[in-house]
């Protein structure tokens, strides 16, 4: 779908979509387009429950005599309580509507809103920002899909008051954007397609935004002494990879220290030796979904230039059960010397993150790190699919996420943290060990990440319930959510970089 900006006038074909606020007050081009229609505007309203509430939806066609299609009526709700995410809702609104009503071109008519906090042009940026955001699709495999399922709309057109700088201010959303749909993509490919070099190759394509890019393999883990990591894959007859990727747009200097992000990045888990059952096992595919996140950030952040020196590091592995696979009380020894009992191969992710976690702090002394991962079944437990689970050393690094989170409505909750729970991974043979039992699984599991942060601001976001959606919601059509792109974005824009 393309999307372009020009200045409002009367749409002549296609489908016209105008606003009106509760109370059923039409917007200027609303009226206008009821005048044109002959009134027609005006009596549906008046024969149906429409009262312009938002995210209300009332749809007519077009009076004879007029070359548009359709008239689409959307409510604004109250003047006063327009915001960007609310404006956000209704382009995806707007998207998906006409995307399934066999129409493929709109015209959405944005005017000024009196006693609205929100301007004009920022109004139509975020309108067009979520119908960028819906209309994601992943449907590179299907051949054989009747044309009429297929989403109808190919140009959207926002017409409001000065539209050149309402292009300007979508331009790095539409950035963002493209960092959100390509980690949908990775997450949404099948294992046989995303495995660790693939993966990694597609971390790789970042370089043509500046993006610099190392792939470690094996050997060179082996010699940095990576054992949680490499043992994770070692059943596996595809290589383990460590990808690390840096955006130096924050210059040189005083505080020019980066910000980090490492995402687990198991593009399949079968749970290993202590194999998951095979029901939902398929869904397996969106493990690395924490990688997917940094990666598709990296993408966000250098493709709109942001003023910041980013470090996005990820580790990925594949879980899998053959006869060199690791076992159940098997110890490794971690990069940063500690030694794991191996209690549980499905609890598995945590011992990617040690290695990778230990190399970010030690290699480039971050500022802070936020690592992302699909990591426990029991955080869906505790949280649904609602808010992330947040856990953190930092009461600034996590106020800041929390508020990121509200902004851009991926929200995450925090829990606590604490020498009690610590505990819990004790053991008697060696450091520590990879589970802590059934009680408190989300937090044992921090806990065991916290282990190899050292002093550094750390915080661990347990995304495993919110990465993947079996429902379409107005930004994020079902699949891979993606979740975390813009949180994270969100994050660095507001207090990581230069001004």
Same mark, same amino acid.
């Given at each position: 779908?393309?999307?372009?900006?020009?200045?409002?006038?009367?749409?002549?074909?296609? @489908?016209?979509?105008?606003?009106?606020?509760?109370?059923?007050?039409?917007?200027?081009?609303?009226?206008?387009?009821?005048?044109?229609?002959?009134?027609?505007?005006?009596?549906? @309203?008046?024969?149906?429950?429409?009262?312009?509430?938002?995210?209300?939806?009332?749809?007519?066609?077009?009076? &004879?005599?007029?070359?548009?299609?359709?008239?689409?009526?959307?409510?604004?709700?109250?003047?006063?309580?327009?915001?960007?995410?609310?404006?956000?809702?209704?382009?995806?609104?707007?998207?998906?509507?006409?995307?399934?009503?066999?129409?493929?071109?709109?015209?959405?008519?944005?005017?000024?809103?009196?006693?609205?906090?929100?301007?004009?042009?920022?109004?139509?940026?975020?309108?067009?920002?979520?119908?960028?955001?819906?209309?994601?699709?992943?449907?590179?495999?299907?051949?054989?899909?009747?044309?009429?399922?297929?989403?109808?709309?190919?140009?959207?057109?926002?017409?409001?008051?000065?539209?050149?700088?309402?292009?300007?201010?979508?331009?790095?959303?539409?950035?963002?954007?493209? %960092?959100?749909?390509?980690?949908?993509?990775? @997450?949404?490919?099948?294992?046989?397609?995303?495995?660790?070099?693939?993966?990694?190759?597609?971390?790789?394509?970042?370089?043509?935004?500046?993006?610099?890019?190392? @792939?470690?393999?094996?050997?060179?883990?082996?010699?940095?002494?990576?054992?949680?990591?490499? %043992?994770?894959?070692?059943?596996?007859?595809?290589?383990?990879?460590?990808?690390?990727?840096?955006?130096?747009?924050?210059?040189?200097?005083?505080?020019?220290?980066?910000?980090?992000?490492? %995402?687990?990045?198991?593009?399949?888990?079968?749970?290993?030796?202590?194999?998951?059952?095979?029901?939902?096992?398929?869904?397996?595919?969106?493990?690395?979904?924490?990688? %997917?996140?940094?990666?598709?950030?990296?993408?966000?952040?250098?493709?709109?230039?942001?003023?910041?020196?980013?470090?996005?590091?990820?580790?990925?592995?594949?879980?899998?059960?053959?006869?060199?696979?690791?076992?159940?009380?098997?110890?490794?020894?971690?990069?940063?010397?500690?030694?794991?009992?191996?209690?549980?191969?499905?609890?598995?992710?945590?011992?990617?993150?040690?290695?990778?976690?230990?190399?970010?702090?030690?290699?480039?002394?971050? *500022?802070?790190?936020?690592?992302?991962?699909?990591?426990?079944?029991?955080?869906?437990?505790?949280?649904?699919?609602?808010?992330?689970?947040?856990?953190?050393?930092?009461?600034?690094?996590?106020?800041?996420?929390?508020?990121?989170?509200?902004?851009?409505?991926?929200?995450?909750?925090?829990?606590?943290?604490?020498?009690?729970?610590?505990?819990?991974?004790?053991?008697?043979?060696?450091?520590?060990?990879?589970?802590?039992?059934?009680?408190?699984?989300?937090?044992?599991?921090?806990?065991?990440?916290?282990?190899?942060?050292? *002093?550094?601001?750390?915080?661990?976001?347990?995304? &495993?319930?919110?990465?993947?959606?079996?429902?379409?919601?107005?930004?994020?059509? *079902?699949?891979?959510?993606?979740?975390?792109?813009?949180?994270?974005?969100?994050?660095?824009?507001?207090?990581?970089?230069?001004?």
């Amino acid at each position: 779908m393309k999307i372009a900006f020009a200045n409002l006038a009367q749409p002549a074909t296609g @489908v016209a979509v105008a606003f009106a606020t509760t109370g059923r007050q039409l917007t200027t081009s609303a009226q206008a387009l009821d005048k044109q229609a002959g009134g027609a505007l005006t009596r549906a @309203v008046k024969g149906s429950k429409f009262k312009g509430n938002k995210g209300q939806t009332l749809t007519l066609m077009a009076p &004879a005599g007029s070359k548009l299609n359709r008239i689409i009526l959307v409510g604004l709700g109250k003047a006063k309580d327009i915001n960007d995410l609310g404006m956000q809702g209704l382009g995806g609104k707007v998207q998906a509507n006409v995307a399934a009503s066999g129409q493929t071109a709109a015209s959405v008519l944005v005017d000024e809103i009196a006693d609205s906090s929100l301007s004009v042009t920022d109004m139509a940026a975020n309108l067009a920002y979520g119908a960028r955001l819906r209309a994601y699709r992943f449907d590179k495999y299907r051949t054989k899909e009747e044309a009429d399922k297929k989403p109808s709309l190919k140009n959207l057109r926002v017409l409001c008051p000065r539209s050149a700088r309402a292009k300007a201010t979508f331009a790095p959303m539409d950035k963002v954007a493209d %960092g959100v749909c390509l980690t949908r993509d990775l @997450v949404s490919e099948p294992p046989n397609v995303i495995y660790p070099a693939s993966l990694a190759k597609q971390a790789r394509e970042l370089s043509k935004l500046g993006v610099k890019v190392e @792939v470690l393999g094996e050997a060179q883990m082996k010699k940095l002494g990576m054992g949680a990591l490499l %043992g994770v894959g070692q059943g596996s007859v595809r290589e383990s990879q460590m990808v690390v990727m840096r955006w130096n747009g924050g210059g040189r200097g005083k505080g020019s220290d980066p910000v980090a992000f490492v %995402g687990k990045g198991v593009t399949f888990d079968t749970g290993g030796i202590s194999i998951k059952p095979a029901g939902g096992m398929e869904d397996m595919k969106w493990d690395m979904g924490g990688s %997917g996140v940094v990666i598709g950030l990296m993408k966000a952040l250098a493709g709109r230039k942001a003023k910041a020196n980013v470090v996005g590091v990820v580790g990925l592995v594949e879980n899998m059960p053959d006869g060199n696979a690791q076992r159940p009380g098997d110890i490794v020894t971690s990069m940063s010397g500690q030694t794991i009992e191996i209690i549980n191969t499905d609890a598995e992710g945590r011992l990617v993150l040690a290695d990778a976690l230990h190399y970010t702090v030690e290699k480039f002394k971050p *500022k802070f790190v936020v690592d992302l991962a699909t990591l426990t079944g029991a955080i869906i437990i505790s949280l649904g699919d609602q808010h992330a689970g947040l856990f953190s050393n930092n009461d600034t690094l996590s106020e800041r996420l929390s508020k990121a989170g509200e902004a851009v409505n991926e929200k995450v909750w925090r829990l606590p943290v604490g020498d009690a729970y610590d505990k819990q991974i004790d053991s008697s043979v060696a450091d520590m060990k990879n589970t802590g039992g059934r009680g408190a699984g989300s937090i044992t599991a921090a806990q065991f990440l916290q282990r190899f942060t050292g *002093k550094t601001p750390w915080a661990h976001l347990d995304i &495993a319930g919110v990465t993947w959606s079996s429902k379409d919601t107005d930004t994020v059509p *079902k699949g891979g959510t993606a979740f975390g792109v813009r949180l994270l974005d969100r994050l660095v824009a507001d207090h990581y970089e230069r001004k």
